[in-house]
């Protein structure tokens, strides 16, 4: 997460951009909801502008990469995926935009009326069954989360269950601390 963290830096230093061949002078936005990760090969860049700032942002990092980097980069292989129509699975979360109805009730006099609205809200789930089989690979359990019998844990040393225990909660707590979704890792 390190580019994470140099990007807003990398991106006031970046302001304008000058490319080699067209000598245009490309000004990109300072947008402070603009977030770029990378993550196993993937770059990922979130921000909530429409798709037709998106798109100018595409154009601009195609050209920047092209000109700049000498990588040789099809702008069709970069997707805009408007988060209310897809999922996005990243670090283990598999994040959504869901609609959530809420019911507001107002009193008009001795009439009473009932107004829908639907509120749009963030929503990070967790996978439980790539967790489940990471405990079935340490041999906690099998692959339907049921615990395994205790003479396969005959063989292990108590350091070394401790170890292993302490390994999975290591992990559990990297990637789902920032979950609003806990109460589902409480089934392991």
Sequence with gaps: FLEQ?????KKER???????DFRVSLWLFTDPFMHYVRYQ??????????????NKW????????QYHFDLWFYSGRVYINQVFNHSLDFVGYRSSVRLNPAMVRGQMLENSFLINNTIKKWN??????????SLAKAKFC??????????????L????????????????????SGSSKKKSLYRI
Excluded at 5 to 9: D, K, P, S, T, V
Excluded at 41 to 54: A, E, F, N, Q, Y
């Design 124 to 133: 990070t789930l967790i996978p439980i069954i790539s967790l489940i089989r």
């Design 157 to 176: 040393s108590d350091s070394d269950m401790i170890d292993r225990f302490g390994y999975i909660c290591r992990n559990l707590s990297h990637y789902y």
């Design 142 to 155: 099998n692959l339907l989360g049921h615990p395994v019998s205790k003479p396969v844990w005959s063989d």
């Design 58 to 65: 595409k154009s601009y990092l195609v050209n920047f990469w």
């Design 41 to 54: 090969g993937k770059s990922i860049l979130v921000s909530k502008d429409t798709p037709l700032l998106m």
């Design 5 to 9: 963290l140099y990007f807003y830096g």
């Design 14 to 20: 970046l302001l304008e951009v000058v490319s080699k």
